[in-house]
C-alpha cells in the first residue's frame, strides 16, 4: 500500500560458462529458474548492512513524499473506495485519514507520519 516500484536496470557481465551452468543449477533450485532472482539474493545475501541502509534511506524518502495527515480526522472506512494517493482499494474496517491536498480520504498509511 503506498509502496513505490523500485527502479531496475539491466547490467551485462561476462561470466565463464561453467559458472553459468552452476548459478542456473542453483537458480532452478532456489528460484524455479530465475537467474535474476539468484542472483539479486546472491548480491543481497553477501552485503546486508549496505541493502539495509539503502532501503532505509529509500523509506524515508517515501516517507517524506507523503502527504501530511489532518490532525483528528482518522477513522475506519465504512465502506470500498480507491486511494487517491497510492490508488489501491479502501476497503470496510482499513483504517484511514485526511491528508492535505486531497479532498477524499486516504489509506492512513499513506499520510505522513507525525514527528
Not at 1 to 26: C, F, H, S
Not at 37 to 52: A, D, G, H, P, T
Not at 72 to 100: F, L, R, V
Request: charged share 35%.
Amino acid at each position: 500500500m503506498g509502496k513505490p516500484k523500485l527502479k531496475t536496470k539491466r547490467l551485462t557481465v561476462n561470466l565463464e560458462d561453467y559458472v553459468i551452468d552452476a548459478a542456473k543449477q542453483k537458480a532452478e533450485t532456489m528460484f524455479r529458474g530465475n537467474l535474476d532472482n539468484y542472483i539479486n539474493w546472491l548480491i543481497c545475501s553477501n552485503n546486508k548492512q549496505v541493502i539495509k541502509k539503502k532501503i532505509k534511506e529509500l523509506d524515508q524518502e517515501a516517507e517524506k513524499k507523503k502527504p501530511k495527515a489532518i490532525q483528528d480526522t482518522d477513522k475506519t472506512a465504512m465502506y470500498n473506495n480507491i486511494c487517491d494517493y497510492c490508488s489501491e482499494p479502501i476497503y470496510q474496517g482499513d483504517d484511514i485519514c485526511k491528508a492535505e491536498g486531497y479532498e477524499n480520504y486516504i489509506h492512513k498509511n499513506c499520510c505522513r507520519r507525525e514527528e
